[in-house]
């Protein structure tokens, strides 16, 4: 049982190049989060997957998208990456539907755009 | 909409006295209330909820949390604390009604000193 697991661990871009951040989990959840977090921000909602085949923006939307690939697996999408995306990143799944209700996070993905 | 307030970013206390993080939330309707820990380069974990019942919930590594609804507050705390306590704390809310959508606070750096 890996938990959540996310690739790459670490990455390095240029400004305006894509990448894809890959996140999946064995626990059979329901629902499943991205997040970002910056120094003395916490963590911020990048966007999430309620259940299979439904996503929804959160509250850092811009610049990201996002596909809930099945049950196991949500994706994060950086199309022309900014500076601004240098951040660590976080998926969450958790199953809202039972007693379940808190996160399991990832290992986290440090991403820096130059 | 939801938020939570963690009024210090950092607690340092000695090793063997007890610790309290504090945490204050806001919601519309009923609480479900989670403590997680972030140790360096690590994802969050788990250590306690409160989702209804007793205002005291206990939960990993000795630590637990009361909840005051009057005061809005869900502050954690140990009787004893330990160098290995040093982490990053984090307070997050959600209610049964936004899709597991949890907000976080901008987190508590607690260091315990031998």
């Known amino acids: 049982n890996a938990g959540v697991t996310q690739t790459p661990k670490f990455q390095v871009l240029k400004t305006g190049q894509s990448m894809t951040l890959q996140c999946a989990q064995d626990?059979?959840?329901?629902?499943m989060y991205w997040y970002r977090q910056d120094p003395g921000m916490g963590l911020r909602l990048i966007y999430y997957?309620?259940?299979?085949?439904?996503?929804d923006k959160g509250e850092v939307p811009n610049g990201y998208n996002v596909s809930r690939l099945n049950k196991r697996e949500f994706s994060l999408r950086l199309e022309s990456a900014a500076p601004s995306q240098t951040s660590v990143y976080f998926c969450?799944?958790?199953?809202?539907?039972?007693?379940?209700?808190?996160?399991?996070f990832g290992p986290g993905t440090r991403l820096t755009v130059t | 909409a939801q938020s939570v307030a963690q009024p210090e970013d950092q607690v340092n206390v000695a090793e063997g006295n007890p610790l309290t993080v504090k945490c204050t939330y806001s919601?519309?309707?009923?609480?479900?209330l989670f403590w997680y820990v972030q140790y360096p380069n690590r994802g969050l974990q788990f250590l306690l909820k409160?989702?209804?019942?007793?205002?005291l919930v206990k939960g990993s590594y000795g630590f637990e949390a009361e909840f005051n609804k009057s005061q809005t507050s869900f502050h954690l705390k140990k009787p004893s604390a330990l160098v290995s306590d040093s982490a990053l704390y984090f307070c997050?809310?959600?209610?049964?009604?936004?899709?597991?959508?949890?907000?976080f606070g901008d987190g508590t750096t607690l260091t315990v000193k031998p």
């Open positions: 969450a799944s958790s199953d809202i539907f039972t007693s379940t209700n808190e996160q399991y």
């Open positions: 626990m059979n959840h329901n629902s």
């Open positions: 997957s309620a259940s299979e085949g439904t996503t």
């Open positions: 919601v519309s309707g009923n609480p479900y």
């Open positions: 409160y989702i209804t019942g007793d205002n």
């Open positions: 997050a809310v959600r209610t049964n009604t936004n899709a597991g959508k949890s907000t």
